[in-house]
């Protein structure tokens, strides 16, 4: 399994502004994945970021509201960009681990409070 | 229809009862499933997965997968209040379904000692 870290673990920001959220993997992976969780809602995809490539995103997202960055195979930001309190939520980095079957690993989480 | 339906719960269960938790899904291109844990305030982790049908046991827990109902489960013996946690069920399909990851909401589930 691999090791994810996040930062922020979580934040309260203004609306209008915007905010990085940065993920680390302790290992080399080609494809790292944010998702974001609303309450009472399943996890949603939101782009799969593809290192050497530009980030593709899922239907509903945009990458003028969530630029996402990936310099290299252990760290991927995704910014969430002029913020409304519908943004408020848990974004969560994930990573595709070895082996066959290759299940998610997930980070803990950035918690997201828009005011 | 969603592509994966799970009862939100929340179930509340004394220590030490066997625990159920379901979800049922549309597509019959899923070949893989998982079990994800999530504690309040982490990110989720993964607990068990199988491929195809049938069953597979890890300590207290097992996970089967009936294929031809389009039905999962993940059994919990014995529970502990440390298994209090929300449970999200997944799965992924292979070749044109893509690689991407179908999520239920979640259960809820809390083990009063």
């Known amino acids: 399994s691999a090791v994810i870290s996040q930062k922020p673990s979580r934040d309260i920001c203004q609306r209008g502004t915007s905010l990085t959220i940065q993920c680390q993997v302790d290992?080399?992976?080609?494809?790292m994945f944010w998702y974001r969780q609303q309450p009472g809602q399943s996890l949603t995809l939101i782009a799969t970021?593809?290192?050497?490539?530009?980030?593709?995103?899922e239907s509903g997202f945009v990458i003028d509201k969530f630029p996402i960055s990936r310099p290299n195979l252990t760290f991927s930001t995704l910014t969430v960009s002029n913020m409304s309190p519908e943004d408020s939520s848990i974004y969560l980095c994930?990573?595709?681990?070895?082996?066959?079957?290759?299940?998610?690993?997930f980070g803990p989480g950035t918690r997201l409070l828009v005011l | 229809q969603k592509e994966v339906e799970q009862d939100p719960g929340p179930l509340s269960v004394p220590e030490g009862a066997i625990v159920s938790l379901n979800c049922t899904y549309s597509?019959?291109?899923?070949?893989?499933f998982m079990w994800y844990r999530q504690y309040s305030r982490k990110g989720p982790e993964l607990l068990m997965y199988t491929y195809s049908s049938g069953n597979k046991e890890d300590g207290r827990f097992t996970a089967q997968v009936d294929k031809s109902s389009k039905y999962i489960s993940l059994f919990i013996r014995d529970s502990q209040p440390s298994d209090s946690a929300t449970y999200l069920c997944a799965m992924k399909g292979t070749g044109n379904t893509g690689n991407q990851f179908y999520f239920g909401t979640g259960t809820s589930l809390t083990v009063i000692p």
């Open positions: 290992s080399q992976v080609t494809m």
């Open positions: 970021a593809n290192q050497g490539s530009e980030a593709t995103y």
């Open positions: 994930s990573v595709w681990g070895t082996g066959a079957m290759g299940a998610q690993y």
């Open positions: 597509n019959s291109a899923f070949q893989y």
